[in-house]
């Protein structure tokens, strides 16, 4: 399937009084997104990147439910950008690909996340791209609590 039938979509979240930085320092850490009761996958580093567990060129799995995926760090420029690519496998969509953005934001942060992916599945595109930017959002609102929690915000 072309680029040009990916579907897309985009969320954002911002944190009031957050730390780039220290924010970044979260995100990135995969073993507190795995014992976080508030973050919804557990990660898994298969193949350590450059520099940092999720650094570029580092292999991941994603624990959610039933789903087992493999992805690749193709973005990792802290405390400002991050990228990943789903191997196909699991998901019932194909080249899925997502975005983060760190930017500053009044006295905080905001986060873009940017996805993207081709449905395996004629006209399943619109109920996954709802799925996903659900499940995000909701990631990126425990990431807010957890950080909260974790610097007295």
């Known amino acids: 399937m072309s680029d040009a039938r990916k579907i897309h979509y985009e969320i954002e979240h911002v944190y009031p009084n957050a730390d780039r930085q220290t924010l970044w320092d979260l995100f990135v850490d995969h073993e507190a997104w795995s014992k976080s009761e508030r973050l919804p996958s557990e990660f898994v580093i298969v193949t350590p990147g450059e520099g940092h567990a999720q650094g570029l060129g580092a292999v991941r799995k994603v624990v959610s439910g039933s789903m087992n995926i493999l992805e690749d760090i193709v973005g990792f ?19 899925f690909v997502g975005e983060v953005f760190f930017e500053g934001h009044k006295d905080g ?6 996805g993207a992916f081709n449905p395996k599945y004629f006209g399943t595109g619109w109920l996954f791209r709802i799925m996903f930017r659900r499940a995000q959002s909701s990631a990126l609102q425990g990431l807010g609590l957890d950080y909260a929690d974790r610097n007295g915000a």
Not at 88 to 93: E, V
Not at 109 to 114: A, T
């Open 77 to 95: 420029q802290p405390p400002e950008y991050f990228s990943y690519a789903s191997r196909n496998g699991d998901m019932p969509l194909n080249d």
């Open 109 to 114: 942060v905001r986060i873009r996340y940017r």
